[in-house]
């Protein structure tokens, strides 16, 4: 969807997996895939991503319908995941589902991509960042459907507030969750920290820190995951360049510098025996779109779109990201101590445009623009349709 602007394909598993639930989950629960020979098969994070995968093909698409056939099974997802909030500790507690490695959470796969996370826990902070998204992407859809959202607010910003009492070291870094017995794990996982930042768990005050830890640690998620990795990055572009062009470290270049043309199913699947064509690591085109080129849709079917090249990383991009409206085109290099930034928008889409400044005055325009305000170190614009030129010393 983000690269080609697909639809069908992924409007077509929407509905598959939806038939997953009413034929096997009546507790809410969705098949890990579907359909195939596996019969009746979950993963429990797997089933808590699926209200996010709904509500992101909404903001892509605008797709009342679909939102509208899935919401009934968010909830369900919602529900399942809440019977499992233990009211002693307020947090997602051996959430019921998969088998074998998969039982209570997959976390990270192949298990050589788990980089020693700590499996031994009841309450793992990896299920229960998810939940929180649950709750917040059903809340939404709720919303934009006329629905009620405000309790699945309410104990989305309930579980977060578990999660920071409970599922964090002194030095505000998250370990792995709580054992049966209620104490800690000693272990502080990258997924574990990089979950809490991208999905926005982690305390304004704190996310400089945890981002630094996360930074510090490389690459110790595996192709499944890591594109929450370069998500909790996005505002280190240096650190995001750094993990997507680094080939000595286990990433995407390395799989190149190894001779692999396509994603593999983990850093070391030759080694292991693991799928040389697995698609789940090309997730990272998406952060590439929105860290590097700087694009974000922001509302649904594409309608608004956010521009904000990153002030390091790289000193030029350019390229189209699909909407439904049109493709959005950006072109932007550093010139000097300024940058020149191209914008071409479809017609029906308004776009809120932050171009590196100091000040409104710093910033020449060549074509239609509003200026709205200063904010982080960006003169912020909103743009209509049409392509407009900016340029700031």
Request: glycine content about 10%; overall charge negative.
């Amino acid at each position: 969807m983000s690269g080609y602007g697909e639809r069908t394909l992924t409007r077509q598993a929407i509905r598959q997996f939806i038939e997953s639930q009413a034929r096997y989950w009546p507790d809410g629960r969705l098949n890990a895939v579907y359909p195939n020979g596996d019969g009746k098969r979950d993963i429990p994070d797997y089933t808590e991503m699926f209200p996010g995968w709904i509500w992101d093909y909404y903001v892509r698409t605008g797709d009342k319908r679909i939102l509208a056939e899935a919401y009934p099974v968010m909830r369900a997802v919602a529900d399942y995941v809440r019977r499992y909030i233990d009211p002693a500790t307020g947090l997602v507690t051996q959430l019921e589902g998969g088998s074998g490695e998969y039982r209570y959470g997959i976390i990270d796969w192949p298990a050589t991509m788990r980089y020693g996370h700590d499996m031994s826990t009841a309450a793992r902070t990896v299920i229960n960042v998810l939940g929180v998204d649950v709750l917040n992407a059903t809340a939404r859809a709720a919303e934009e459907l006329g629905e009620p959202g405000e309790t699945l607010r309410a104990d989305a910003a309930t579980l977060t507030e578990a999660i920071n009492a409970k599922l964090r070291r002194a030095d505000g870094v998250y370990h792995d969750g709580l054992r049966g017995d209620g104490s800690a794990s000693t272990h502080a996982s990258q997924i574990a920290n990089a979950y809490a930042l991208s999905f926005g768990v982690v305390p304004e005050e704190d996310r400089a820190a945890v981002s630094e830890y996360v930074a510090n640690l490389g690459m110790r998620m595996g192709p499944m995951t890591a594109h929450r990795l370069l998500q909790a990055l996005a505002g280190r572009p240096d650190d995001v360049v750094e993990r997507l062009t680094d080939a000595d470290s286990p990433g995407w270049a390395n799989i190149l510098a190894r001779g692999g043309t396509f994603t593999w199913e983990s850093w070391d699947a030759p080694e292991t025996g693991q799928s040389h064509s697995h698609p789940w690591g090309a997730t990272s085109l998406v952060e590439i779109q929105r860290t590097i080129l700087g694009v974000t849709p922001s509302a649904p079917a594409g309608s608004e779109v956010t521009i904000r090249p990153p002030k390091s990383g790289v000193d030029s991009a350019a390229g189209e990201m699909p909407v439904q409206r049109g493709m959005v085109g950006v072109d932007w290099r550093r010139i000097g101590d300024g940058v020149s930034l191209k914008v071409d928008l479809p017609v029906n889409v308004v776009a809120r445009v932050h171009v590196p400044a100091d000040q409104a005055g710093d910033v020449r325009v060549h074509g239609q623009a509003r200026f709205v305000e200063l904010r982080d170190g960006y003169a912020v614009y909103e743009v209509g349709s049409g392509k407009v030129t900016f340029f700031s010393a």
